[in-house]
């Protein structure tokens, strides 16, 4: 998990993240970094929730894809810097996602699936995840 992934993805299969836990992000962005992703879902078709900082419009997009992508959420708050390390939290319920950005702000998107666990877990994009801890 610890090598600069651009163009490169990495997945983690059956994992349990079940809702009231907290999956802590640790990564860092390369220098120049132009969008990274996390995906949580049930398969890279399913995506529950798509997390994606673009650095070009410094905005943060979230999405969902159930057989296709929905309404996009758009979060001004842009707490990443190109070449620098960040660490992120997730937690959900079966109504929504509750992300900590770096420096603390909370943002949210809505749990369009409805579920309560998910096992899937897609990073791309040009960062490097050195740590994904589930507890």
């Keep these: 998990l610890t090598r600069y992934l651009s163009s490169h993805v990495f997945t983690i299969k059956d994992m349990s993240f079940k809702a009231g836990m907290e999956m802590k992000v640790t990564g860092k962005t390369k220098p120049g970094c ?3 992703s996390i995906n949580i879902g049930h398969d890279t078709d399913a995506i529950a ?3 994606n ?12 894809n159930q057989g296709g992508w929905g309404a996009e959420h758009r979060e001004s708050c842009f707490p990443f810097q190109q070449g620098e390390e ?6 959900f319920n079966k109504e929504t996602f509750y992300i900590k950005l770096p420096e603390g702000t909370m943002m949210s998107f809505p749990n369009r699936f409805g579920d309560d666990v998910f096992k899937h877990v897609h990073v791309s ?3 490097k995840i050195t740590s994904i801890k589930v507890n």
């Design 34 to 36: 132009e969008q990274f």
């Design 86 to 91: 960040f660490k992120l939290s997730i937690t």
């Design 125 to 127: 994009g040009d960062a």
């Design 49 to 51: 929730l798509h997390f």
């Design 53 to 64: 900082p673009r650095f070009s419009s410094n905005v943060i997009v979230c999405n969902s």
